[in-house]
């Protein structure tokens, strides 16, 4: 087992890094964390407000393409590790506003890459052991499957919307200052999260936010689409048994083995919502709103976890139902 102390995790006042970090200075009393994140429209520090005054984290405000902010952070801090979850990721805004998803998640990792690199490397030598960049990636690099079948991490590489192009790019570039320069690195492709503290755009919060307020549940062509749903609590275990005991150079795909049609999904979301609020069982339901499908909506999402599950011993620690009955019960308190 690995063992580091200064991490640096971008993005950590997002929905997934903010787990993350909560996770990681719980688990592991020896380390401290640099959090480096814009506070761009989904980045919230209200999602960290109970370990604000850890002794053993800090916040910095800035963006991972500044350069020389990040260069200064690795020169102050001489991080042992990176967790890189900042990224633009909404597929909606994606494909309505492109550039702004290839600058951040495309350059913005060459330059944590190369100022890791600069931080790491010793002079007439490429070791950089004791070191690790960990990348976190997405599923829908793999494009979409079929009726059947599961990504695995050998999977094509197949991206159809600007976001997951440029998460793909993302990931090639990682992978080549591994064998260009021995740059330790470990890749996670993950399904979609769910859990507390998500930016309300996203499907769950959003439709949660709705059911409460009796507004309209679009739900994109007729439903049918497919997600395998991973809660944001089983991610975080996931990345911080992947950084201590993955294997250097590889990828690891984490899914919460469950998957949903959209349809289902927000018919079961109707049902706990109500439940909670005391209203009659499927009261919401004439909410649901059939809209115009997402352009290059791909059809379905689904992981073979088998590397992580069998290799490092991970699984999901809550069945879907309960953890989102979690997830409601906490929008619910928060909204």
């Known amino acids: 087992m690995r063992s580091f102390e200064k ?4 993005g950590g006042a997002g929905f997934i890094g903010s787990h993350v970090i909560r996770f990681m200075l719980a688990e592991h009393s020896n380390i401290s964390i640099v959090n480096l994140d814009a506070l761009t429209y989904a980045g919230n520090l209200e999602n960290l407000s109970d370990i604000r005054n850890s002794k053993r984290y800090t916040f910095v405000k800035g963006n991972i393409c500044d350069a020389e902010l990040v ?3 690795f020169a102050e801090h001489n991080f042992d590790s990176v967790i ?3 990224a633009e990721s909404h597929v909606d805004r994606s494909i309505e506003n492109p550039m702004t998803f290839l600058e951040t998640n495309i350059m913005g990792t060459a330059v944590l890459l190369n100022a ?3 931080c790491w490397k010793t002079e007439g030598s490429r070791d950089m052991s004791g070191k690790m960049f960990y990348h976190v990636s997405t599923d829908e690099v793999y494009g979409s ?10 999977t094509a590489y197949d991206p159809r919307s600007p976001y997951s192009a440029s998460k793909a790019s993302s990931d090639h570039i990682v992978r080549a200052y591994h064998h260009t320069y021995d740059m330790p690195i470990i890749i996670s492709n993950c399904s979609n999260n ?4 998500q930016y309300p755009e996203k499907l769950i919060p959003l439709m949660i936010g709705n059911i409460v307020n009796n507004q309209p549940l679009p739900v994109y062509g007729e439903g049918i689409n497919v997600r395998d749903w991973l809660y944001v609590e089983d991610h975080a275990s996931a990345i911080n048994a992947i950084l201590h005991n993955g ?4 990828t690891y795909n984490i899914g ?3 998957e949903w049609r959209n349809i289902d999904l927000v018919h079961l979301l109707i049902k706990l919502v109500d439940s909670e609020l005391g209203r009659l069982e499927g009261t919401s339901t004439s909410l649901i709103s059939f809209v115009k499908d997402r352009a290059g909506h791909d059809m379905r999402y689904a992981i073979d976890a088998t590397k992580l599950c069998d290799g490092l011993g991970w699984k999901p620690s809550v069945t879907f139902e309960q953890g989102l009955l979690e997830t409601v019960k906490w929008y619910l308190a928060n909204s």
């Open 145 to 154: 499957l079929g009726d059947t079948g599961l990504f695995t991490e050998t």
């Open 71 to 73: 260069g200064s952070l």
């Open 84 to 86: 890189h979850l900042a």
């Open 256 to 258: 919460g083995l469950n």
């Open 7 to 10: 991490i640096l995790v971008t």
């Open 247 to 250: 294997e250097i150079g590889e």
């Open 116 to 118: 890791a690199l600069d």
């Open 194 to 197: 769910y859990g507390s503290h």
